[in-house]
Antibody, heavy 125, light 109 residues
């Protein structure tokens, strides 16, 4: 059973950088895509970005200028950095595995099959 | 703004059938996946691809798609199905981005 666990500070000051780590257990991080998703209190899910185990990344255009996702295969971890945070970045942050399969036309179909429990990060002075 | 549109709230009588829909241009090319989220918990995958259920998801959950609309159907809704449901797909650009719908709050009466 794959398990993901987010860790990092629960409180970050405005203008500083939010840093979170997701530790994967039960399977190797190699061979898969890994994502970060956030959810502001009382609101919906927002995709932040993903990283492939090889290090290639893709980010939500609305956050791209402030986001960096990295991977450490030796530790079976991947990480999120979000810079210049404001109160609007207060949210529960989830890490998730982005799985895929090939449909009948040979196209990749993606979905998020395993999620961490989430960690609340509050931006406040 | 979300490129996948969901009704904010839907209700269903206990034991009846309910359909939750998700609309977006990307759904013409990609299947939606569906997630159930209960208060204070992480989302759980309930449907992916054409109509696939992960292990442990009850058979009363099913998925379908037509044109730009994906649907999650719960046949014989149970009290424990009361939750928020989110659809997700790749977006309609060529840049391999992901997008979530705004979510639908399901109330089981």
């Amino acid at each position: 059973q794959v398990q993901l666990q987010e860790s990092g500070p629960g409180l970050v000051k405005p203008s500083e950088t939010l840093s979170l780590t997701c530790t994967v257990s039960g399977d190797s991080i190699s061979g898969y895509y890994w994502s970060w998703v956030r959810q502001p209190p009382g609101k919906g899910l927002e995709w932040i970005g993903y990283i492939y185990y090889s290090g290639s990344t893709n980010y939500n255009p609305s956050l791209k200028s402030r986001v960096t996702i990295s991977v450490d295969t030796s530790k079976n971890q991947f990480s999120l950095k979000l810079s210049s945070v404001t109160a609007a970045d207060t949210a529960v942050f989830y890490c998730a595995r982005r799985m895929y399969y090939f449909d009948s036309s040979g196209q990749k179909m993606y979905y998020f099959d395993y999620w961490g429990q989430g960690t609340l990060v509050t931006v406040s002075s | 703004s979300s490129e996948l549109t969901q009704d904010p709230a839907v209700s269903v009588a206990l034991g009846q059938t309910v359909r939750i829909t998700c609309q977006g241009d990307s759904l013409r090319n990609y299947y939606a996946s569906w997630y159930q989220q209960k208060p204070g918990q992480a989302p759980i995958l309930v449907i992916y691809g054409r109509n696939n259920r992960p292990s442990g998801i009850p058979r009363r959950f099913s998925g379908s798609s037509s044109g730009n609309t994906a649907s999650l159907t719960i046949t014989g809704a149970q009290a424990e199905d009361e939750a928020d449901y989110y659809c997700n797909s790749r977006d309609s650009s060529d840049y391999d981005l992901e997008v979530f719908g705004g979510g639908t709050k399901l109330t089981v009466l």
